[in-house]
Each structure stands twice: as structure tokens, then as C-alpha cells.
Nanobody
Framework: QVQMVESGGGLVQAGDSLRLSCEVA????????MGWIRQSPGKEREFVAA????????HYSDSVRGRFSASRDNAKNSVFLQMNSLKPEDTAVYFC?????????????????WGQGTQVTVSS
């Protein structure tokens, strides 16, 4: 059974930073591209970031590129998202997710999440 536990969210002001963490169990973590997906009330799931299985490659949505940074620790089955210069429009529940699609397929529907997510709220 796959388990993903996200943490690190919170209520911050615009311009602040947060670091999200996700611990994963139940799948061959080091063999999977991992990603971060977010969802706001009334909106569809949105792709945020992806990191390749060995951590060598990353990809970001246009809305977060230059502000967010994904990383991973395969020894600890963990993936992270450093979020800087946060904006009110970053407010959402953030989920870590895994995909079996080839690197380059970044649509949110290609990523599966099993956790409850962590709420990020950015006030203006």
C-alpha cells in the first residue's frame, strides 16, 4: 500500500518562504519521477514541479519557475519543495505525487497522489 505524508504547509505572508516535505512508502521510490501538484477550491489539480528519479532533472510550471525548487533524498524516500517569494495565488493544498509516465509528460493527471496534502495559505 502506497503512503505519502506531506508536511510543512502553513499560513504565511506574501514574499515569505516555506519548505514542503513528503515521505513516501510502498513504492520503489528511487525508480519514480516525483512531482508536486496543487489544488485550490473550485479549481482543477495543477502541476507545479517534477523531479526525475535520480534527482538530476527538474521541471516547473511557468507560474512557479524561478521561485520554487524541488529536491529529493532517495535514501530517505523523501521529496521536498522549497517555495520562495510566495504569492497569494500560490494558496492551495499541495500534494506530492508519483508518475510512471516518461520524463516530459507533466500534466497533473499523469501524477498520482496518495496523501492528504498540506495546506499553504499566502496572505497579501
Amino acid at each position: 500500500q502506497v503512503q505519502m505524508v506531506e508536511s510543512g504547509g502553513g499560513l504565511v505572508q506574501a514574499g515569505d518562504s516555506l519548505r514542503l516535505s513528503c515521505e513516501v512508502a510502498g513504492l520503489p521510490f528511487s525508480q519514480h519521477t516525483m512531482g508536486w501538484i496543487r489544488q485550490s477550491p473550485g479549481k482543477e489539480r495543477e502541476f507545479v514541479a517534477a523531479i526525475s528519479a535520480n534527482g538530476e532533472y527538474t521541471h516547473y510550471s511557468d507560474s512557479v519557475r524561478g521561485r520554487f525548487s524541488a529536491s529529493r533524498d532517495n535514501a530517505k524516500n523523501s521529496v521536498f519543495l522549497q517555495m520562495n517569494s510566495l504569492k497569494p495565488e500560490d494558496t492551495a493544498v499541495y500534494f506530492c505525487a508519483a508518475t510512471t509516465h516518461p520524463w516530459g509528460d507533466y500534466r497533473a493527471e499523469y501524477f498520482a497522489s496518495w496523501g492528504q496534502g498540506t495546506q499553504v495559505t499566502v496572505s497579501s
